[in-house]
């Protein structure tokens, strides 16, 4: 691990995950209060893996400096991992999460995505062939749990929500 100043990082095109400014502020007051618990992953370039809402949070605060664990990833590899760590603490974005699935499918075949990112033939469906906004009858598919869809009166025809509990 190596400490590195924020402005030395980047974040990746792929990013599935969105900070919301409320969770900003509060992981900016955990770190002034306690610091850094975890260290932002990255790949040898500076392109961050996991850990953008620190990185938002370090720039925040002026930090001049902040810990990283450098991975010597290729970008694949990187976009797997970080799907991986995002989804396993129910943090990513599926419009975002579909467009790097999109990139993935250039380089892995689609048994090789949904076996490393452990979906299910309906998630992969419903994120890789563009519908995902048009999709209906999202009760009729079978979902990891890492997610929750469920219809939706907004723009969109569904949502995504955190489970209200892991057994959900």
């Given amino acids: 691990m190596k400490t590195v100043k924020p ?3 980047k974040t990746p095109e792929w990013r599935t995950t969105y900070v919301l400014r409320s969770d900003l502020i509060g992981l900016m007051e955990s770190i002034r209060t306690f610091g ?3 260290p932002v992953i990255a790949m040898e370039d500076g392109t961050i893996v996991d850990g953008y809402a620190r990185w938002c949070a370090a720039h925040s605060l002026s930090l001049p400096e902040m810990p990283v664990i450098f991975k010597d990833l290729n970008k694949i590899e990187a976009m797997i991992l970080h799907i991986q760590l995002n ?3 129910g943090q990513v974005i599926p419009y975002y999460l579909s467009r790097t699935i ?3 499918k250039k380089g892995m075949s ?3 995505i949904m ?3 452990n979906m299910t033939a309906d998630e992969f469906d419903i994120l890789s062939d563009g519908s995902l906004i048009k999709k209906r009858k999202v009760e009729a598919h079978n979902y990891n749990r890492a997610w929750v869809p469920i219809e939706s009166n907004a723009t969109e025809d569904f949502q995504i929500e955190r489970p209200p509990t ?3």
Avoid: G, I, V
Wanted: overall charge neutral.
């Fill in 115 to 117: 076996n490393s990112l």
């Fill in 110 to 112: 689609e048994r090789d």
């Fill in 87 to 89: 989804r396993s603490r």
């Fill in 166 to 168: 892991p057994d959900k």
């Fill in 102 to 104: 999109a990139t993935l």
């Fill in 36 to 38: 850094f618990q975890y």
């Fill in 7 to 9: 402005e030395n990082l």
